[in-house]
């Protein structure tokens, strides 16, 4: 390899030598040069000529440019836009140009685990692989895509906002339209253009570990906040209406992964028509007729079909009945995931799932192997011509309706606007407005919220009370979420990537922030059986407890149980006597009925990200509680699978509910 490049420097270096000596002596060997100059000429020296190239004009519209440059590229140029691979092939490897220079990669993506600690640095990094892609022989910009699925939540110090499920609870669609709003200008201000948002997962199943990532389980819920999402990411235009301040959309996973069988993740889905098109379908429609720039395909299969090799759905309905014109993109190592165990035939997975339909693929990291392989098939003829147009033709379009061949180049004006003042205020908002209130008081004559500011004392006890990681949850600084500040995640420093105390307001930072300058706030972690004793002068409870951080496969569960040490938090506290009020930090319902005759007041706060004061504004009266469930909240998990409107609904919270204060 090295050798090779020394080779194509020498060519380079070579012919500028000899073009040196053409501008130098016209064209002349010096043998065959006069003996005496020549006189000097009267005319200017002509200019050469400017080449009119279609696709870089601005001013032709977009399917003319893209014919153009597709007209002109070669295989290897069309392969690389249909490749997708991780920034740390750039940032941690030597060869790390090569991806452009060589390969000529499309597109790059952050991962959920890289974690970034200042805007400019990664806006600079951005850039500097920008510059290298527009070096290539067409100067096709590259695409820079991330997760920020509840604020630009793998960034410490940004604005991290209810996860979906909590979003869901507010039914405010003019709120979640500026929380994808500032959401775009946060991941601009890194210098990103693309975020894999938002989710418009239909959840029917709350075992499922990506139930948060859902709005609801009733689809017009999730179609009402898909459109309202996808107007504030990408500013109520196909693909992108301002290339400075919006960001291209991608809505996921399409389609059906919230109905797998048993909330199992990535799990089978059984549906006929009715659950296909009438539950799981509607959001992707909405996207497609509002202008998503793509659509990330499914790890989950349909009826025994995998939704990567599903050319049925992908090819058939997704682009031909529903006219999507963006790109469908596959998930992480989704295509590997076509055989059982994944990656059995790389070359099988490779060729169906472009057949299918599948437009651009997330590698992440064997693009070399990935590259050969497609290269092969096409040139055996497994995977058609008009197929692999058809694919860099739907990307190019993304690229240039989004202003990339205008403006490849991030600017750093939007640094300020990173996690500002202003952002966390709408985060707190959509906080105080997720919150549900499912108890208040053990009779309709005892009331306990508003809680009193000025009282003798409060007890506050709970690990999630006081762990900003547990409240933002999964998918936050890091894949599976932190436990604590964000200062101690051991993946993060074993890999050389930032730590730091992330800024917001933990649930008890914002209670001690709103009582009375002479109430006594006493916070226990782990409270035990002489707790109630110790502080039983205290004039009520605040009991915070729920789920620690997951996401995905991970956070499959059978029991939908408290987290540890959340049953005994309880007893040690409401059990013991105490008047006590309990707020569930949690991604989708828990089984809480054995302890509901326990709890004088029962609200849940979702997962409420980085802006906890939110939660105390509700709890003593400074706002009112306006949030209503987003799902079914069940007795017990035997009932599970339980939607609205399903024959036998017995619930213990139904869809819906919520106390109004």
């Not at 437009?359 to 497609?374: K, N, R, S």
């Not at 180049?409 to 707190?428: C, P």
């Not at 306990?448 to 006890?461: A, D, T, W, Y």
């Not at 105490?578 to 809480?592: N, S």
Request: hydrophobic share 40%.
């Amino acid at each position: 390899m090295a050798a090779t490049a020394y080779g194509v420097r020498s060519l380079f270096f070579s012919a500028a030598i000899v073009l040196l000596f053409a501008g130098s002596y016209g064209g002349a060997t010096a043998a065959s040069r006069p003996s005496r100059p020549s006189r000097p000429s009267r005319s200017r020296p002509s200019r050469p000529s400017r080449v009119y190239i279609k696709y870089k004009d601005p001013k032709v519209n977009v399917e003319e440019r893209v014919e153009d440059l597709l007209s002109r590229m070669t295989l290897p140029e069309k392969l690389g836009q249909m490749t997708q691979v991780d920034r740390f092939n750039y940032s941690y490897s030597p060869s790390g140009p090569e991806l452009f220079r060589k390969y000529m990669i499309g597109s790059i993506l952050s991962n959920p685990y890289d974690t970034g600690a200042t805007p400019l640095k990664r806006l600079g990094v951005a850039n500097t692989m920008q510059k290298l892609s527009l070096e290539t022989r067409l100067g096709i910009p590259m695409l820079y895509a991330v997760d920020a699925v509840h604020g630009h939540s793998t960034f410490i110090n940004a604005t991290i906002f209810p996860h979906n499920v909590g979003l869901g609870a507010t039914r405010d669609p003019e709120l979640v339209k500026r929380i994808g709003a500032i959401t775009a200008l946060e991941v601009r201000a890194t210098g990103i253009a693309q975020d894999f948002a938002p989710c418009v997962a239909v959840c029917r199943d709350p075992r499922w570990g990506r139930c948060y990532e859902s709005y609801s389980e009733d689809p017009k819920v999730v179609n009402m906040m898909t459109e309202s999402i996808m107007d504030g990411l990408q500013g109520n235009a196909p693909y992108l209406a301002d290339s400075k301040i919006n960001v291209a959309g991608c809505a996921k996973h399409f389609v059906g992964d919230g109905g797998t069988v048993g909330g199992i993740n990535e799990n089978n889905t059984v549906g006929d028509n009715a659950a296909i098109y009438g539950i799981h379908m509607p959001p992707f429609e909405i996207a497609v007729k509002k202008g998503i720039a793509s659509i990330m395909a499914s790890y989950s299969s349909l009826n025994g079909v995998k939704m990567h090799a599903n050319r049925a759905m992908i090819t058939d309905y997704l682009k031909g009945t529903l006219k999507f014109q963006g790109f469908v993109i596959s998930d992480w190592l989704g295509i590997d995931r076509i055989t059982d165990p994944p990656r059995a035939n790389y070359t099988y997975s490779i060729e169906t799932a472009i057949n299918a339909g599948i437009d651009m693929v997330m590698v992440p990291f064997a693009y070399i192997e990935y590259l050969e392989g497609l290269t092969k098939l096409v040139n055996g003829g497994y995977i058609p011509m008009s197929r692999i147009d058809d694919a860099v033709r739907r990307v190019l379009r993304v690229k240039f309706s989004i202003g990339l061949f205008e403006k490849p180049i991030a600017e750093e004006t939007l640094a300020a606007e990173f996690g500002s003042d202003a952002h966390r205020e709408v985060a707190r908002e959509a906080v105080r407005k997720s919150i549900v209130l499912l108890k208040n008081g053990k009779t309709n004559v005892d009331k306990v919220v508003p809680l009193p500011k000025k009282v003798k004392k409060i007890l506050v006890v709970g690990q999630h009370a006081n762990n900003m990681g547990y409240q933002c949850g999964g998918f936050t600084l890091t894949w599976q979420g932190f436990n604590g500040t964000g200062e101690e995640i051991g993946r993060n420093k074993f890999m050389g990537l930032p730590t730091g105390k992330t800024r917001g307001t933990t649930i008890l930072e914002g209670i001690m922030k709103t009582v009375d300058p002479t109430t006594e706030v006493v916070y226990v972690a782990e409270p035990n059986q002489e707790t109630s004793k110790l502080h039983a002068d205290a004039a009520y409870t605040i009991v915070v407890v729920g789920e620690a951080p997951y996401a995905e496969t991970r956070g499959d569960s059978n029991t939908l149980s408290l987290a540890d040490p959340g049953p005994d938090t309880i007893s040690h506290t409401c059990g013991n006597g105490m008047k006590c009020l309990v707020v569930l930090v949690t991604g989708r319902p828990l089984v809480i009925e054995p302890y509901l005759d326990m709890i004088d007041a029962l609200a849940v706060a979702w997962l409420p990200g980085t802006e906890g004061q939110g939660v105390a504004d509700v709890l003593f009266g400074d706002h009112p509680f306006t949030g209503t469930l987003p799902r079914t909240w069940m007795k017990n998990v035997a009932q599970l699978p339980m939607n609205v409107g399903d024959k036998n609904y017995d619930p213990l919270f139904p869809f819906g509910f919520g106390i109004k204060t």
